[in-house]
């Protein structure tokens, strides 16, 4: 038919086979493929048509990349009900993923045959998006309302098993799909099975509270999202209106979204992650170590996580500890870990065991005599981790790769302590190591390219989205965090509350407000650091006294039981304590600060404006490769919401000369130490470009 659609006569069955690589996705030659091959199994003499996919999927969906440019035809709606529309029975074959537009198209078929392995779903909310070729109205048809709704509100792939339990396919094979599906196709033929369209069937009608519980739970499940309202009125609409009804206002609320700033922020963070995992200047055929065993210095919080991460994706782990007792201490959080995962159903018995089996324990340095990697994660001193890193260099074989994951230190120095600073980089993970997803890795100045190389492949097999960062205090993600921390203070101390400052962040789709994450994280890890300093490097005292107080007073946080907040000891329920406010207002009141109230647009401007000129100056340095790569950082590190894309894509997205005057304007009240615009904003700003441009020099 064309470069990406085959069709070919096998018989009496009608062969077409997409071949677009890497995912199949449905771009315009494909949809004109697959027109073309439907209408011309149409007028010849084959009873029954079999559309399947080379490579490793079916089509995997629309083609993002043609997002937002002029729609050319056929529209894949209009294409996918002239399949449904056929007088010979059209089976589809699927294997891999197949997804959005794809399981889309297979609904459209009048028959879906799949192999065990593959799975099937409609991810469009995870783009801001709803399946708008159909699949609101036909999976109601096929699997209830029910069903539907948890379908296409988590966006979540299921398995070919479980899509058959549900009626979404009707057959699943365990291997040879191809020639399963030509015999399927042959027997349906054979037998005069009937032409089944989805369109004809009626959707079960359920209670109007149905739609009522599920709209009420979007506040929590996807609180501040534009999609998931849309999707739960399309699929009513499957319900209470015509299939032709049913399919304009799909329609109609598909465009809505297509538009909405919500999707364009979703569809530049699912490039930008995908972008991230490549290095700028890096080769191809930069080659990759061998990464089959992992040593790991230090059981505490992020040694014990790191040490599951690679176990679960079937790696062995030695892990190093001080003595026998931290040793045993590690370990049992790490059982306790597993046996969580299985409670919550989250990990099988038998897989856990296997998991845990993977991670052995020791005190010695002379086990790690033939580990490819090891990750150094002990406290945070610096002459500590050299004083490793010296050590590690005469206990490892050579060619193993050594990294630290420090959050602060200098990755050069540590380097620098042993004799081969080509083989050391950082791998900073994040808290709790084993669930979240981000992963810095840190470029040293003499990071060999294969080592570099080699962690961004293991980052994938760890299912971390990795980012690269250079040198620099804090590295991208805790580097911005410090002006975001250093005005959540300012604003509780010039007139809000911990309450108003948590408020304004979380109802702007941040995951946990400011306060509350110092609260998780410890009052007392800023205040020991603080505590290193000579006063006059401190800062500015309004920035960090309340929590010195706190501290002072025994406040650590949760882990005390009281922070800004007081925690519930089994619940871990928080409240407010009216002795932090007062604490508060003395400490502004002994600083000579004269409060007034704050509103959340301004608690949100400083905090995320800070993040943004931060990220400038980032950008600048070279310490991050892209705008896009810092939205990953915080949209995977930070809990910021993805719908708005990270700071650096919002910051586009409201305008950069906004942002500008609205910095100047904080500089104007605030003073030049914090607010000084970054000189690349206020370039960007002349030159009237965005930030998005800007990458594409
Ligand atoms: N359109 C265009 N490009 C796509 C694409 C799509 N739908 N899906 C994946 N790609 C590209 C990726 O950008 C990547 O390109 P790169 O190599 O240049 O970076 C390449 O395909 C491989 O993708 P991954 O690295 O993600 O490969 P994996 O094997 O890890 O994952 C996948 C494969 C599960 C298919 C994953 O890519 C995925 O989830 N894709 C998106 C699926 C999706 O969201 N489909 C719905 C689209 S919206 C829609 O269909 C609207 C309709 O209802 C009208
Ligand atoms: P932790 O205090 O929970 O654990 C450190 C562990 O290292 C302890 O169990 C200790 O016994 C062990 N240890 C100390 N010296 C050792 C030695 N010489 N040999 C073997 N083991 C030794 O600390 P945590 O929180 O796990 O932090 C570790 C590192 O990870 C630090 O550099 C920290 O900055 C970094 N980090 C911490 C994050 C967090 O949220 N806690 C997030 C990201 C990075």
């Not at 109205?137 to 296409?152: D, F, M, T, W």
């Not at 399927?184 to 069937?201: D, G």
């Not at 580097?479 to 948590?502: K, N, T, W």
């Not at 604490?583 to 905090?607: H, K, T």
Request: hydrophobic share 40%; charged share 25%; with cysteine.
């Amino acid at each position: 038919m064309n470069d990406v659609v085959n069709y070919v006569i096998d018989g009496n069955i009608g062969v077409i086979t997409v071949n677009s690589p890497p995912v199949n996705a449905l771009s315009q030659a494909v949809r004109q493929g697959l027109l073309d091959a439907i209408r011309a199994a149409a007028s010849d003499d084959t009873e029954a048509m079999v559309i399947h996919c080379e490579g490793r999927t079916f089509i995997a969906g629309a083609d993002i990349k043609e997002f937002g440019k002029p729609h050319a035809e056929p529209l894949l709606p209009d294409l996918l009900n002239e399949v449904e529309a056929s007088e010979k029975i059209i089976v589809a074959a699927l294997h891999g993923t197949a997804l959005g537009g794809g399981f889309e198209t297979a609904l459209s078929c009048h028959y879906r045959i799949a192999l065990d392995s593959a799975k099937v779903g409609l991810p469009e909310v995870k783009l801001g998006l709803l399946p708008g070729a159909g699949g609101t109205q036909r999976v109601p048809r096929l699997a209830g309302v029910e069903a539907s709704l948890e379908l296409i509100l988590s966006g979540a792939p299921i398995a070919a098993g479980r899509a058959a339990e549900i009626g979404l396919v009707d057959k699943v094979v365990s291997t040879d799909l191809l020639a399963e599906a030509l015999a399927y196709a042959r027997q349906l033929a054979k037998t005069r099975a009937p032409v089944r369209r989805t369109s004809e069937l009626t959707v079960e009608n359920v209670d109007d509270s149905v739609f009522d519980n599920v709209s009420a739970g979007l506040g929590k499940r996807a609180r501040g999202q534009t999609a998931p309202p849309r999707i739960v009125e399309c699929v009513r609409s499957a319900m209470t209106m015509s299939f032709e009804d049913g399919q304009k206002r799909e329609r109609e609320l598909f465009s809505e979204c297509m538009q909405d700033p919500q999707s364009v922020a979703l569809r530049h963070m699912f490039f930008a992650e995908r972008v991230a995992a490549k290095v700028a200047g890096l080769s191809d055929d930069v080659p990759i170590r061998d990464v089959k065993s992992v040593g790991i210095i230090g059981g505490g919080t992020m040694g014990g996580g790191i040490a599951m991460s690679f176990a679960n994706a079937g790696i062995s782990v030695t892990l190093v500890e001080i003595n026998n007792k931290a040793l045993r201490r590690g370990l049992t959080i790490i059982d306790q870990n597993y046996a969580g995962s299985v409670k919550r159903g989250k990990l099988s018995e038998s897989k856990a065991a296997d998991c845990r089996g993977l991670i052995s324990g020791a005190t010695d340095y002379s086990a790690l005599g033939d580990v490819d990697l090891v990750i150094e994660a002990v406290f945070e001193d610096p002459e500590l981790k050299k004083d490793i890193f010296a050590r590690l260099d005469k206990a490892c074989k050579p060619g193993a790769i050594l990294a630290t994951n420090t959050s602060y230190q200098d990755v050069n120095e540590i380097a620098a302590a042993t004799m081969r600073p080509q083989d050391v980089l950082g791998m900073h993970f994040f808290s709790p190591a084993h669930i979240m997803k981000l992963l810095e890795v840190v470029r040293a100045d003499k990071t060999a390219d294969d080592v570099l190389n080699t962690v961004m492949a293991l980052s994938k097999r760890i299912r971390k989205v990795a980012v690269v960062s250079g040198v620099c205090y804090g590295f991208i993600g805790n580097r911005m965090l410090q002006g975001y921390f250093r005005e959540a203070q300012l604003c509780l101390i010039e007139g809000g509350s911990p309450e108003s400052v948590d408020a304004a962040l979380y109802d702007w789709g941040m995951a946990m407000g400011p306060i509350s994450v110092g609260d998780l994280a410890g009052l007392d890890v800023g205040y020991k650091a603080r505590q290193a300093q000579p006063e006059e490097e401190r800062g500015d005292p309004a920035a960090y006294r309340v929590p010195d107080v706190l501290v002072e007073a025994g406040r650590l946080g949760q882990k005390s039981g009281k922070g800004f907040y007081t925690y519930d000891a089994d619940t871990r329920a928080r409240t407010s304590d009216p002795d932090v406010q007062a604490i508060i207002e003395r400490e502004a009141a002994a600083l000579g600060i004269e409060r007034s109230p704050i509103d959340a647009e301004e608690i949100v401007d400083r905090l995320i404006y800070a993040l943004v000129n931060e990220g400038m100056r980032i950008l600048e340095e070279g310490i991050a490769q892209r705008p896009g790569d810092i939205d990953v950082v915080y949209v995977y590190g930070y809990g910021f919401p993805a719908w708005r894309g990270g700071p650096m894509h919002y910051a586009d997205a409201v305008g950069l000369g906004n942002v500008l005057s609205r910095i100047e304007e904080f500089r104007n009240r605030f003073g030049d130490d914090n607010w000084a615009p970054a000189p690349l904003l206020e370039k960007l700003v002349r030159e009237g470009r965005t930030l998005a441009e800007w990458t594409e020099r």
